[in-house]
């Protein structure tokens, strides 16, 4: 190789000793850091000061009003509502001028400037330069106007209707139409089922436009909103701005209540084979619905860290299958999600190759059965305490270099769930104080929770093409019988006791070294000609990068190879180094934060990564290999 250039951290200040571990009974409270405040109209506020990105603050307004509190006829409406938050208010006469005013000072739509509508809420998004006071005032005053000043005229309410519908339009891929006949079946007997934020067309283009503006006068009311700024701004002057621009928006008692929707249980399996003509792939997918349980005390910290070991031990299970010649799917993962105020889904979902719908069914169906019946391995456990425990240690490592959108995204969600949000240190100091406790016995009384006999869903999607095979209800049904009788064997584990390297290479020597003043780096040539160029930064506190490039890539390769050629980073990394497949080496690198890729330009060829300081020597044992 050529070069090897790595981006070397200043290195953080170690964490505080331990304090003595929290009771389980203790309650979880809102990151001190985070000052709050509700004005006299009822809207509540956050405001953190953090410094990354410098001269920014990250502006939300969230209000808990969505697509499931539409009356019939205003289906489509919570979303139209906030378009037209963007057509006109009190201090920006229409779309124009607020994007005019907007561009000038550097903000860009969809990146600095965004909104979204989901089915029970409306989030507005603002990133606002504040190394002017007038910049900062403007931006928060544009918010406010989101807040209750819209003015939802009649020629700008005609205007966007195209527009919405256009949404609607792009919306009605084949992604969209398999997700509007099985989304009903997952959310049945319910609000939501029936609600989907987009709307109905014929609502969007004909529906009256005051019962447009009935919404937002019902819903777009203080008491059901929250204001929130983070980033490098004063707190007390955020505070003020605040007050000053949201302070005067009327309080409306007379306002009707928010409703919370429910999603009924079921004791059968529901089962949903969706195809379309421009499916890309086929997916078949298990769902496990439960009732939401929040995260208030410590107790619910450490079962939530429990559910988090557990999908980490699945989800390595299913990538070691994926990694088999005969795997009977592309790839498969376990995840967890909230669907709604009151409902968690926890989901298997596998990729398959056109026909393989039934086998991948009964695999995902086979591992679920091999937890219940045999439980998960000392060994696992361990592995994934240790890459949590690494994830926790690099996320506080990074405090004060995390990004303000991040934390405020946080506390948007705080907001509408009405659960702390306890901060990076105090999610910091329950991980490390909570993980060792947590035991096989723990994870194992998850299993129950998370996957069910009852309450569940299984959905099927594939592409029509003909000679293909997709398996009828029956046939789904009758898997999930032969999963429900089956008897697995215990899962083997086959990783102990293996070193990445059994025996280092000689090493070389340094044979020069010179600075380069100007761009802050040190340079050495090695005895065998390779150049390391060495350049510390404080962009991040607790990572390397590194690049390694010689010449001579792609473009050397004749017609013939070409495309093997460039397939190669792709098989190293599914194939493995060292003697060892991909999946032995996750195991191998469990607790350690390590990224290497082989990489190929037309002119070029080498290798890229990120480490921390504490795995460099397991980095550059990589790079050997």
Do not use: C
């Not at 503006?213 to 929130?228: K, L």
């Not at 967890?336 to 979902?349: E, K």
């Not at 009788?485 to 280092?504: P, Y």
Request: proline share 6%.
């Amino acid at each position: 190789l050529a070069a090897i250039t790595l981006a070397l951290p200043v290195l953080a200040q170690a964490p505080a000793p331990a304090a003595a571990p929290p009771a389980l009974t203790d309650s979880l409270h809102l990151d001190p850091t985070v000052r709050t405040g509700v004005l006299s109209n009822g809207m509540r506020y956050f405001i953190k000061r953090n410094g990354k990105p410098e001269a920014r603050v990250s502006l939300r307004l969230a209000v808990a009003a969505g697509s499931t509190v539409e009356a019939d006829d205003q289906q489509g409406f919570a979303h139209f509502a906030e378009h037209m938050n963007f057509n006109g208010s009190k201090h920006f006469k229409n779309a124009d001028e607020l994007v005019a005013y907007m561009r000038s000072i550097g903000m860009r739509f969809g990146a600095d400037v965004n909104a979204y509508t989901s089915f029970d809420e409306t989030v507005y998004m603002l990133e606002v330069p504040t190394d002017r006071d007038t910049l900062l005032d403007r931006g928060v005053v544009a918010l406010s106007d989101f807040a209750g000043r819209a003015t939802l005229s009649e020629t700008e309410i005609d205007k966007e209707r195209g527009v919405v519908l256009e949404e609607w339009r792009l919306g009605r891929g084949a992604g969209e139409r398999i997700q509007r006949k099985q989304l009903p079946l997952v959310l049945r007997g319910s609000r939501y089922a029936d609600r989907l934020p987009i709307g109905k067309p014929e609502i969007l283009q004909k529906g009256r436009s005051s019962r447009l503006r009935d919404f937002y006068r019902d819903w777009y009311t203080p008491e059901r909103m929250v204001v929130i700024a983070v980033g490098d701004v004063e707190p007390a002057r955020m505070d003020s701005l605040i007050h000053r621009h949201f302070g005067d928006l009327p309080a409306r008692p007379k306002a009707p209540p928010t409703p919370v929707f429910g999603v009924p249980p079921h004791q059968e399996t529901l089962v949903s084979i969706a195809t379309d003509k421009e499916a890309t792939n086929a997916t078949a997918s298990v769902y496990f619905k439960h009732p939401h349980r929040g995260r208030r005390t410590v107790a619910d910290f450490r079962r939530g860290l429990a559910d988090e070991l557990f999908s980490t031990m699945l989800n390595a299970r299913l990538n070691e299958i994926a990694h088999h010649g005969d795997s009977p799917f592309l790839g498969a993962a376990a995840f967890a999600f909230p669907l709604g105020r009151t409902l968690d889904v926890y989901g298997l979902a596998a990729n398959v190759a056109d026909g393989g719908i039934e086998k991948g069914i009964a695999a995902v169906l086979q591992e679920v059965a091999r937890v219940r019946q045999h439980g998960f391995l000392d060994r696992e456990l361990g592995r994934a305490k240790d890459a949590l425990r690494a994830q926790n240690e690099r996320t506080y490592a990074e405090r004060d270099k995390s990004e303000s959108n991040g934390f405020a995204g946080q506390l948007v969600a705080s907001f509408l769930s009405g659960e702390p949000a306890p901060g990076l240190e105090a999610t910091y100091r329950l991980t490390r104080d909570l993980l060792p406790s947590i035991t096989l016995s723990d994870v194992g009384a998850r299993t129950q929770r998370l996957t069910h006999n009852d309450n569940r869903v299984v959905l099927v999607s594939a592409p029509e093409k003909p000679g293909v095979a997709v398996p009828t209800e029956e046939a789904v049904r009758g898997l999930l019988a032969q999963a429900a009788e089956a008897k697995v064997t215990a899962w083997v584990d086959t990783s102990a006791g293996k070193a990445l390297m059994a025996e280092l290479p000689k090493p070389g020597a340094i044979s020069s070294r010179r600075v380069i003043e100007e761009i802050g780096t040190t340079v050495l040539t090695l005895s065998n000609g390779v150049e390391v160029w060495l350049k510390p930064t404080d962009f991040k506190a607790d990572e390397i990068q590194f690049t390694a490039y010689a010449m001579g890539g792609l473009s050397l390769a004749d017609s013939a190879d070409f495309a093997a050629l460039s397939l190669v980073p792709a098989v190293v990394n599914d194939a493995g180094v060292g003697g060892f497949k991909s999946a032995e080496l996750q195991k191998m690198l469990s607790g350690r934060i390590v990224r290497v890729t082989p990489a190929y330009a037309p002119y070029t060829h080498g290798l890229n990564g990120a480490t921390r300081p504490t795995d460099l020597e397991t980095a550059l044992q990589l790079i050997h290999l």
